[in-house]
T-cell receptor, first 113, second 113 residues
Framework: EPEVTQTPSHQVTQMGQEVILRCVPISNHLYFYWYRQILGQKVEFLVSFYNNEISEKSEIFDDQFSVERPDGSNFTLKIRSTKLEDSAMYFC???????????FGSGTRLTVV | GQQLNQSPQSMFIQEGEDVSMNCTSS?????WLWYKQDPGEGPVLLIA?????ELTSNGRLTAQFGITRKDSFLNISASIPSDVGIYFCAGLGRAGANSKLTFGKGITLSVRP
């Protein structure tokens, strides 16, 4: 079964540092997403990406966040200057059509100290 | 913004029992999805519902998409210990490029052997 792969599984960073979270979506999927889950809370939408551009972003996705699809297989989330409140699980997801096959990766646990 | 309501927060059942979980919304969703999340993992899709009134089964799981498109339920029959986890409903308002998922807060299911 095709999978969405995320690396690293855990990342610890100092406040103010930049982090890049990496994702390899399912190969024939066209829509890509980042979600976040603060410990014990619900999963929240951050950003959707289609046709090499952001199609929608939430209020959480401020100027400190950016996404990129640098090549045909990777999809990255960059946080420029991390804050303590950025500590969360970050999930990448991809979908074939924007509706069907909406699949999540196992997540990256980001801890900002 | 759109919100999905799941309650109660936790459910405790005996192995072998059936359990039903509801999800309601004040907004219409065009697709309803049910996910299960194990600790430290990403959400795993259980059932997807694409049409109002649709009833879909996946093994011991049955889910229905409400006629009003504002609610859905998930039934688990003959529960087993590995059913333990957090069950999230998620709604998809629009297909295509802006296809973000809105998640409920989740129900934590415990199964006593």
């Amino acid at each position: 079964e095709p999978e969405v792969t995320q690396t690293p599984s855990h990342q610890v960073t100092q406040m103010g540092q930049e982090v890049i979270l990496r994702c390899v979506p399912i190969s024939n999927h066209l829509y890509f997403y980042w979600y976040r889950q603060i410990l014990g809370q619900k999963v929240e939408f951050l950003v959707s990406f289609y046709n090499n551009e952001i199609s929608e972003k939430s209020e959480i996705f401020d100027d400190q966040f950016s996404v990129e699809r640098p090549d045909g297989s990777n999809f990255t989330l960059k946080i420029r200057s991390t804050k303590l409140e950025d500590s969360a699980m970050y999930f990448c997801a991809s979908s074939r059509t924007g509706t069907y096959g909406y699949t999540f990766g196992s997540g990256t646990r980001l801890t900002v100290v | 913004g759109q919100q999905l309501n799941q309650s109660p927060q936790s459910m405790f059942i005996q192995e072998g029992e059936d359990v039903s979980m509801n999800c309601t919304s004040s907004s219409i969703f065009n697709t309803w999805l049910w996910y299960k999340q194990d600790p430290g993992e990403g959400p795993v899709l259980l059932i997807a519902l694409y049409k109002a009134g649709e009833l879909t089964s996946n093994g011991r799981l049955t889910a229905q998409f409400g006629i009003t498109r504002k609610d859905s339920f998930l039934n688990i029959s003959a529960s087993i210990p590995s059913d333990v986890g957090i069950y999230f409903c998620a709604g998809l308002g629009r297909a295509g490029a802006n296809s973000k998922l809105t998640f409920g807060k989740g129900i934590t299911l415990s199964v006593r052997p």
